[in-house]
């Protein structure tokens, strides 16, 4: 038995997107700084609080992410903050949702080279308007048999997926950027990971990586050109394990 199946993740692996949400919260930090002291305040902490409590009730991405700093500046503010200023921030929210989809350097060569050797399938998660608005400009979508987009990424989902996939979790391979999200669940599971570490990492996603056992069916790349041999370098150490 060996590695059948691959999935990617989306955001911050095939193209960028956290590069926009940590310019729109330096925007909002600015518009706090009209208000208070940033430094005193503490606003990047006040305002992860803040998407830590919503997460659960608003989901990951833009919209997530508006209604939090929309949230955190009343709250911050004492109520203080103006309409104008409100209008600014919902106006941040707005770029998150029309910002262009740009493709990461290399990826494009890695999922065409990968979708030679093993069925590729997409698996996402954040707001569902947004996701499908993003793939929908993505030119890569055409090379993935399946796109999943999911509330939430941990091993139930990873679970459900696989069954309706009709691939055992050792015949699975996930590549992407989130340790918590893309690598740990599947690997948990007792499939393969590929992490692809981006520049900047979202609070809520950061992980510690596995030990042990588990540690020797993950590979970690700096980017996009290193895909390819890692994952061959686990398609062996897969049908070694089984032979």
Known sequence: MSIRMVGFDADDTLWRSQDYFDEAQAAYEAIMGEYLDLQR????????QIERQNVGLYGYGAKGMTLSMLQAAVEITQDRISARDIHRILELGRGLLTHPVELLDGIEDAVRALGTRHDLVLITKGDLFHQEAKVRQATLTPQFQRIEIVSEKDTSTYSRLLREFEVEPSEFLMIGNSLKSDILPVVELGGWGVHVPYHSTWALE???APRGEAASRLRVVSDASGLVAAVDALVELAQAATS
């Open 206 to 208: 950061h992980a510690e």
């Open 41 to 48: 305040q503490e606003v990047q902490a006040h305002l992860l």
